[in-house]
């Protein structure tokens, strides 16, 4: 008894309709994981900020009898890393007060408490993923209201035994209410996501 086979006809019309498929299914998968990679990076910041806010708060001491702010560092130029760092003079201008007076940030030279900033840990973003683009929210210096201007770097934070965070922007100038918002894509920027930091404490991702 013979056996039927496919005809070439037959085998053509299959492999077009299994090449149609594949390009079909193709961007869609490369979509998901785009997506999946900004999706850890986001969830890897959230998650480091709770962690600096955790030092912070716990007083984790850096030298003895120094127990120091930490904060978050973010810069363009390094947009696949961010720097936790311990700010370890509260009071720079030694006007026995916290205000935004005075500096909140990451200074990059120094590299120990013993100078007003210190080096804790550079932390590489989830494969994948890297810092966009950062805006910082603050008052308009005219006093009409609110501006929004993009940032190439940017600190938060966290000053014992505060739960606000205090944001500064590129120049190291303490923003007294407002927000940063954090852009991350993946690296073929087929998708992208935001985290806000707020003033108040609020950390939320949209």
């Known amino acids: 008894m013979l056996t039927k086979g496919f005809s070439l006809l037959e085998l053509l019309v299959v492999l077009g309709i299994m090449t149609l498929l594949v390009g079909i299914s193709l961007p869609n998968l490369q979509q998901f994981r785009a997506q999946a990679r900004v999706k850890a990076g986001v969830e890897q910041l959230n998650d480091l900020t709770k962690e600096t806010r955790q030092k912070a708060v716990s007083v984790e001491r850096f030298l003895p009898d120094i127990y120091p702010s930490y904060g978050i560092f973010f810069d363009t130029a390094h947009n696949k890393e961010v720097v936790i760092y311990a700010d370890c003079v509260a009071d720079d201008n030694n006007d026995d007060s916290i205000t935004t007076n005075d500096s909140f940030t ?69 923003v007294p209410v407002g927000e940063l918002t954090v852009e991350l894509s993946d690296t073929d920027n087929r998708a992208t996501k935001t985290i806000v930091f707020l003033n108040s404490g609020q950390v939320y991702v949209k």
């Not at 989830?126 to 993009?150: C, H, L, Q, R, V």
Request: aromatic letters at 8%; one cysteine or more; glycine letters at 8%.
């Open 106 to 174: 990451f200074d990059p030279r120094s590299r120990d408490c013993a100078k007003q900033n210190g080096l804790v840990e550079t932390i590489a973003l989830k494969e994948g993923a890297y810092i966009k683009t950062m805006y910082m929210t603050e008052p308009d210096s005219n006093g009409n209201g609110f501006i929004t201007s993009e940032q190439t770097k940017a600190s938060i934070e966290y000053l014992r035994p505060e739960p606000t965070i205090w944001l500064s922007n590129q120049n190291g100038t303490v």
